[in-house]
């Protein structure tokens, strides 16, 4: 008779050992469910969000470039367009001092003259300025640059605003020519 209690009771306590484990992975299944739909829909978010500011990026009308340790690591496609390039990397991997002539307007070596800027734009200080660039056919054309200094997790960058304004000098110069 203790023999069939004994085994009544060690059955009983199995099954509800195996109804505990049952209920547990149950319930790990239905939470891993859960995180994963929430994985999967903040990874959709993120994807949104990363199309949404590379649209804005690449439909810029201005040239955008990101700079660290003074050489572009990134641009959109009006940079390429305005510098003449159909490779990225005519301008990734350089600092602007190779996209420029070797002296600006005002006779600064263009490297001098960039480093002192793009320090200025490190410190903090937005930076604006005329410039001088040189398209890869190595004709040039005069530039309105905007520089600020970007802080992206431990990284420090520069972001860099390009406008071509040769058509608006030149016709300044006719301008100028005119009155005289």
Known sequence: YYDIVDLIVILGLT????RLI?????????????DEMEIRKQAALLKESEERYRTLFEAATDAILIMQD???IECNSR???MFGSEERSDIVGHPPWELSPERQPDGRMSEDKGREIMESALRGSPQRFHWSHQRTDGTFFDADVSLNRLNLGNDVLIQAFV???TESSQRGK???????
């Open 174 to 180: 006719i301008d100028d020519a005119s009155d005289a």
């Open 22 to 34: 049952a209920e547990g992975l149950h319930r790990s299944l239905s939470r891993s469910r859960k």
């Open 79 to 81: 940079a390429m367009t």
């Open 163 to 165: 406008r071509d304004v």
């Open 15 to 18: 099954a509800i050992t195996m």
């Open 70 to 72: 003074n050489v572009f």
